[in-house]
């Protein structure tokens, strides 16, 4: 937090005006999907690979975004280890040229939490090829510092597991891993409400990537307007520079001239 | 012939392309990625990528996801 709070924000090289990114999945329909991602302001969008359905004409929730006016960052959801991950990649970016990748491990299915061994794997291999990686992690400071390393562009510590909409389940391991980081953090999964995404920006946080808790709202653009709203008030706050907190009462009102006989 | 398209069978006419295969399919050739036996087409050859018996292929497109 050295920089000003309301500077743009710089990743791998480009500067990004939104520090809200926006997932794409679980939206009700494509035309409610880009009505909140247009409300969120969002300039970083992430969308997933999948098997094209040879059946049906499957998942079309990203044929009403306006391509030409988002960053897209294509994740690896679904990989259980290293070689998925760069396999998934690398169709990405034959995909859609980007070089971006949002690098998920995840074999575990109840928690989705990622695989710092595996992730760490992958992120070698893919800033080799020349990827722009922000690798989704725990809130583990260390592994942070070795991606950092190898060269990804940032680091995504969760905030509690994916689409569990829990917050900061972490806060004190967050609070040094973003004190510890070389890389722009951006707070991932579980930011349920925007006082949680609030919360991981006034902590220091550079940016949060937001899905669940917009997609499923009930009125998505809302939500989106909402998590924005609290985004920009979060770094407004840091920039104003917050005052200090204490455990007793510090009285605001003058502690002379009361209705009584002095002391 | 029979190929493997996404882990399914599927029978092919003599010389078919890849490129008349992602017709059939119904798939914008600008918004998939196609693996073939394991290596990754660059979008310019899929015309004239013409398939062949038992080639493996996983066609992927983007889909909403956070």
């Known amino acids: 937090m050295t920089v000003s709070s309301l500077s743009p924000l710089v990743v791998g090289g480009v500067t990004l005006r939104s520090r809200l990114f926006l997932g794409t999945g679980k939206f009700p329909s494509p035309g409610v999907m880009a009505a909140a991602v247009e ?69 575990d299915p109840n928690y989705l939490l990622p695989d710092g061994v595996e992730t760490l794997k992958a992120a070698e291999r893919l800033v080799k090829e020349g990827f722009t990686v922000l690798p989704y992690i725990n809130v583990d400071p260390v592994l942070a510092r070795r991606l950092a390393e190898v060269g990804c562009a940032t680091v995504m ?41 609030a919360e991981a920006i006034e902590l220091g946080a550079d940016a949060v990537l937001v899905n669940t808790a917009i997609a499923v709202a009930e009125d998505p653009a809302l939500m989106a307007r909402a998590f924005k709203a609290a985004v920009e008030a979060a770094l407004m706050a840091r920039a104003a520079g917050p005052a200090g907190s204490s455990r007793t009462a510090r009285a605001s009102s003058p502690l002379t001239g009361f209705l009584r006989a002095e002391a | 012939m029979e190929v493997t398209v996404n882990g399914t069978q599927r029978h092919l006419a003599e010389g078919q392309t890849l490129a008349d295969l992602l017709a059939e399919l119904g798939a914008a050739p600008e918004h998939v990625a196609v693996e073939h036996n394991g290596a990754i087409l660059d979008r310019a050859d899929f015309p004239g990528l013409v398939l062949r018996p038992a080639d493996r292929l996983e066609i992927v497109r983007f889909v909403g996801g956070g």
């Open chain 1, 39 to 107: 409300a969120s302001g969002a300039e970083l969008v992430t969308v997933a690979v999948r098997r094209l359905s040879l059946t049906g004409p499957g998942d079309d929730m990203l044929s009403a975004l306006d391509w030409t006016r988002y960053r897209l960052l294509p994740n690896t959801s679904g990989a259980r280890d290293a070689d998925e991950a760069v396999r998934v990649a690398r169709l990405a970016r034959a995909a859609c040229g980007t070089t971006w990748v949002k690098l998920e491990v995840t074999p």
């Open chain 1, 157 to 197: 510590p969760l905030a509690s597991p994916i689409g569990s909409n829990r917050g900061l389940q972490a806060r004190d391991l967050l609070g040094i891993l973003i004190e510890q980081a070389t890389v722009p953090v951006v707070v991932d999964a579980g930011l349920g409400m925007p006082s949680h995404a």
